[in-house]
């Protein structure tokens, strides 16, 4: 069974910062490329950061120089460093795997940036 557990999200001030880390389980981790997406109400859930099995990164403009992915193979472990928050980033955080057909999906992590 394919599992995918966020963790690290909560309550940041603007300017702050917090760190996500999904651990992968079921999976051949090494071979998948993988991704934050995020998701705030009323809107449609959009890629955030991605980070390929081998190694290429790539960011939504909007966190581009802000936010940054990593993973740790050895861990099946993917991370997100988010730093100089900004309230707009509020959203539901959600971890994906990806390879050829196959896609899994996190439950998702809450991330509020509020004074």
């Known amino acids: 069974q394919v599992q995918l557990v966020e963790s690290g999200g909560g309550l940041a001030q603007p300017g702050g910062s917090l760190r996500l880390s999904c651990a992968a389980s079921g999976i051949i981790f090494g071979i998948y490329h993988m991704g934050w997406y995020r998701q705030a109400p009323g809107k449609e859930r959009e890629l955030v950061a991605l980070?390929?099995?081998?190694?290429?990164?790539n960011y939504a403009d909007s966190v581009k120089g802000r936010f940054t992915i990593s993973r740790d193979n050895a861990k099946s472990t993917v991370y997100l460093q988010m730093n100089s928050l900004k309230p707009e980033d509020t959203a539901v955080y959600y971890c994906?795997?990806?390879?050829?057909?196959?896609?899994?999906w996190g439950q998702g992590t809450q991330v509020t940036v509020s004074s």
């Open positions: 994906n795997a990806a390879r050829d057909t196959l896609n899994y």
């Open positions: 980070i390929t099995s081998g190694g290429g990164t």
